[in-house]
Structures are given as C-alpha cells and as structure tokens.
C-alpha cells in the first residue's frame, strides 16, 4: 500500500500542461531569446575578431549546441513521464545512485542566481522606455547619456527626485515575474505568444533601419562613418580563427548563454510534454528561432547602428555591454525627434520582452520543484521564487560598482552552466545510456535525425565541453596557448593568465590593481571583500537549495515505507 501511495503521490502530477505547440516553441525560444542576442552576442563577435568569431561560432553550434538542446528536452520529457519537474529528480530517474539528485540542485540554483541579476538588467530596459517616452534624452550629448547610465547603477543622482529609484524598479519588474509565474504555464504561453512577435517586429524595424543607414547619418565628428563598415566586418569570415583558442572558447561560451542551455529551464519546460510528444522536431525549431533571431537580427542594430554614426573603429575600441545603454539613447535621437523616439521604444522595448521571457523559464524549476515535492500551488511557488531572488539580488543593485553583478554572472551565468552540462551529457549518454537516450529523443519525432548525431552526442560533445572547461580553469598568461605549450615544453612553467578559473578564486586580478594602483588600494580592497561576499551567497544559496533536496528525499522515503 505504501508504494502505491508513493507512485500516485510522485508519478502523476502533471496538473500543468502546454496549450498548444505553437505555444511551447514560442516560450522554449523566448526562454532562449534574451538579452544575450542583442547585447552580447555583437559584442563578443566584436571582441573576437567580427567574421573570425562566425565559424567557431555556428560549428560550436552544430557540435555542442544541438546535441545540448536533444539532450535537454529529452532528459526533461523522460522525468515528467515519471512526475518530476525539476532536475533534482529529473536526473535522479535516469541513474540507480541517489547522487544525481544533488548535481541536478545546479539546474534550480542557476536560475535563481542568475534571475538575481537578469531582473536587474531588465529594471534597466523599463526604465529606459520610460525616458525615451518622456524625451529625458533628447537634449543630452553622448557624454551626458553615458553619465546617465554611470549615475543610475551607482546609485548616484536624480532620478525623477526618487531616492533608490533603481530598487523600486527592480521590485516592480520583479513583481511582473511573480505575477506571471503564478498563472503557470497558461501565464508564460500567452506572454510568449506576444512577446516574441513583438520582439521580432521591434527587431525588423531596427534591423532595417541598420541595414539601411548610409554615410550621410554618420555624425560631424565621424565623417568616414557607414553602417556597412560594421556589417562586413561582422560577415566577413576570418579562416584564420579555427586555429585561436581564445576565439572558440568565447564562441563556445556565447553558445552555452544564448541557447539557455545547462540552466534547468529547458529540462522543465520539456517535463509538461506528452508523453510520445515531439523533441527532435520542436528542439531544433526552438534552437533555430534563437539563432535566426540572434543572426540575423542581433547584428543588425547594435554594431551597424554605430558604427554608421560613430565609425566602426569607434566600435572597436568601446564595444562592451554597457554600450547599448551609453549610446543608442544619443543616437537614435540623431534620428529625429519623433523617429528616434519610436527607435527607442522599439529598442528597449524589444530588449524587455526578450528579458521577460527568459527570466519567466528560470522560476519554473523552482516552482516545479515545490510543487512536486512540498505541495506548494502556483502563487506560493511564484512569492516564494521572488522572495528568494530579490534577497539574491539585492546585493548586485546595493553593491553593483563593486562587482557583485560580475561575480554572480561568472560563477553562476557561466561556470556553473558548463559544469551542469558536461555532467548532465554524462548522465544521459553514458550511465543512462546512448541506446536508451537515442530511443527518447527520437520517440515521437516528426524528422529523422542524422545517425552521426548518436556519435556526436556521445563522444565529442563531452570532450569537447571538458575542454572548455578545463581551458577556463588553466588559461595560459594572455591567452596565449601555442606561447604555453612551448614554455611548459622547455621547462617554463605554465603562468596562468588573471582572468583563468584559478587565478579568480584567488582574486588575482584585483590583487594585481592592488598592487600596481596603490592609490586606489581602498576600491580594490572593498571589491575584493565585496566579491568574497558574493561568492560566499552563492554557496549559500547552493547549500540551501541541496538541503532542500536532501529533505524532500528523505519524505519521499518515509511516504514510500508507509
């Protein structure tokens, strides 16, 4: 009897379920679909060269990005046949060792910790719409407008005469999540289902706009300036690259962030599918919506925009994530009053909505999690999911110049992404089983995938993400390999480089500012001790999530002795 109320308790939970198709491609790519396609992925391809970042970038695609999406969606599908809808026990289905329970904690931690942070990003879009419609930018120089966003994430000056505007904003838009969130999937659908026709039209608009600037928009300062210039330094391709270390990590790392993949999102959207309903199919339309709007339109505004005003070596040499907020406002107000304005809107309207629809994906694995296995209904799960993110998240606004932002970014919107996904590949192709994962993905499927795909899955995936990990963790001085190969070769040594895996535990880098800018030893003393506080959170945050799974591992126990 006991095992019987075991198995209707755990094993047939599925309250919860998509619409419709259309509606759950559209949220798995609007979870994909976010900040990271129009302001870091121009910015990374910038940085690495423009057209030498391209072919790393779509063969890192080919080779790790898709067998991640098939992997994902069928770990997910495979856990909801079984009731569970977060990754702690999605992963405990498919291994006889309890352990797996405890890595998939890193599918519910991530998304906490990076919606943390995310929502703040998007405090920064909302508010900026509001501005663009109150003509705030209208008559301010470049300079002023790169103040601007300087004052506003410190902390520093006026905003509407509101002290600690940015933490009100923060709360707001946070609040938006919860209330979504707390209609379950119904909610999430229907905003995907708006949003990402929105985010495209707005993206079109923009693009074109891009596409079309000619070298009578570039500014008196600029006057060589021609959106062009940065079009083909984007598409041109570079064969040099394939042999530059530095570029396919960037490339390999653009992908783990754009596609949402080793999060836990994907994995719970998938847990509500049919049982035989399809993966191969709808993760490859998902996957290539993402790419179609990252290509395609995420090129086309950002890097077109300035360097058709400012010039593409001015692109070159400023490109960072801030610049979307430092100088779009400036110079879609060279437009005209009333165009520039609609840009604005569009712009940041666009980059709102491609927040939203990914900060929603990362409160379902809290929520399923709760659900499933503390009871806990759609409102609760969604409060309980936004308590815990503004205590996350706080932080990162209140101590924003002293790097909390970063370090929540590197350790938990980037390590830990690569780490859950080499052990997430590992389970599924190897202790799960290739022959028995193949079966999954392809139950149900609409297209034949290629049999090469098995074998990908299998070896090179996961050597290849070892890879980038262990070049993250060891990255020579300067990020020169060929350089520190030979030197480990003739006896050198192996210098790390302060940016490696390492040197950041250490606090390297600031200990070198520390050390080289003596006058300035109080701000990276207080960014060290910031840092360390953030890490210390994060772990924290990590432990409470594990002792949670811990627990409920012990009722489900106790419910299956009864």
Not at 190 to 205: N, T
Request: charged share 10%; net charge negative.
């Amino acid at each position: 009897m006991g095992t019987l109320i075991f198995l209707v308790n755990y094993m047939g939970k599925q309250s919860d379920s998509w619409g419709s198709r259309t509606g759950l491609i559209l949220a798995m790519a609007g979870n994909a679909v976010g900040l990271g396609n129009f302001l870091r992925f121009p910015v990374q391809a910038v940085q690495n060269g423009g057209g030498a970042f391209i072919i790393p970038y779509l063969v890192c695609f080919v080779l790790m990005g898709i067998p991640l999406l098939f992997t994902e969606w069928s770990i997910g599908r495979f856990g909801g046949k079984h009731g569970n809808h977060s990754t702690p026990y999605i992963l405990d289905s498919m291994s006889k060792s309890s352990w797996w329970k405890y890595i998939g904690v890193f599918g519910i931690f991530t998304n906490v910790a990076v919606v943390a942070y995310y929502t703040y990003i998007e405090s920064w879009t909302f508010i900026y719409v509001i501005h663009t419609v109150l003509g705030t930018f209208t008559q301010m120089s470049q300079a002023d407008v790169s103040g601007f966003f300087v004052h506003y994430v410190n902390l520093s000056g006026s905003n509407f005469g509101i002290p600690f505007l940015p933490v009100l904003v923060y709360v707001l838009v946070l609040g938006i999540n919860i209330y979504i969130l707390s209609t379950g999937l119904g909610g999430i659908e229907k905003v995907a289902k708006i949003g990402m026709p929105l985010l495209i039209i707005f993206g079109a608009v923009l693009a074109f706009k891009g596409w079309t600037m000619g070298a009578e928009n570039a500014s008196p300062s600029f006057p060589n300036a021609n959106a062009w210039d940065g079009i083909n330094f984007l598409w041109t391709p570079q064969y040099s690259s394939l042999l530059d270390p530095k570029v396919w990590l960037a490339a390999a790392g653009q992908i783990f962030f754009t596609l949402s993949v080793g999060m836990g999102s994907i994995q719970c959207y998938a847990s509500y599918l049919k049982e035989n309903e399809d993966l191969a199919l709808n993760s490859l339309t998902s996957g290539f919506t993402n790419e179609l709007v990252e290509i395609v339109l995420g090129s086309a505004i950002v890097i077109p925009i300035a360097a058709g005003f400012l010039g593409l070596d001015w692109v070159i040499e400023n490109a960072g994530f801030g610049m979307a907020f430092q100088t779009m406002p400036y110079l879609f107000v060279q437009w005209g009053e009333v165009f520039g304005a609609i840009a604005g809107i569009c712009w940041f309207g666009l980059l709102f909505f491609a927040g939203i629809t990914s900060s929603l994906a990362m409160g379902t694995p809290w929520m399923g999690f709760m659900q499933d296995e503390f009871g806990w209904g759609k409102a609760k799960g969604a409060l309980s999911f936004g308590v815990l993110a503004l205590v996350m998240g706080l932080p990162t606004i209140l101590f924003y110049q002293y790097g909390y932002f970063d370090e929540y970014d590197y350790w938990a919107g980037t390590v830990s992404l690569v780490v859950f996904a080499l052990l997430e590949m590992i389970l599924f192709t190897w202790v799960f089983g290739m022959d028995k994962g193949w079966s999954e993905l392809n139950r149900g499927a609409d297209i034949r995938i290629p049999v090469a795909y098995k074998w990908i899955m299998k070896y090179i995936t996961p050597i290849l993400l070892l890879l980038v990990l262990t070049a993250a963790l060891i990255t020579p001085q300067g990020n020169d390999w060929a350089g520190a190969i030979s030197g480990l070769v003739n006896g050198g040594g192996w210098e790390l480089d302060s940016g490696s895996l390492i040197s950041k535990v250490s606090h390297e880098e600031l200990k070198l500012l520390l050390i080289n800018d003596p006058e300035n030893a109080l701000v990276y003393t207080n960014k060290i001790f910031f840092s360390s506080l953030a890490r210390i959170q994060l772990v924290a945050l990590f432990l409470f999530i594990a002792g949670l799974v811990w627990y409920s591992g012990v009722k489900r126990k106790s419910l299956s002795h009864e």
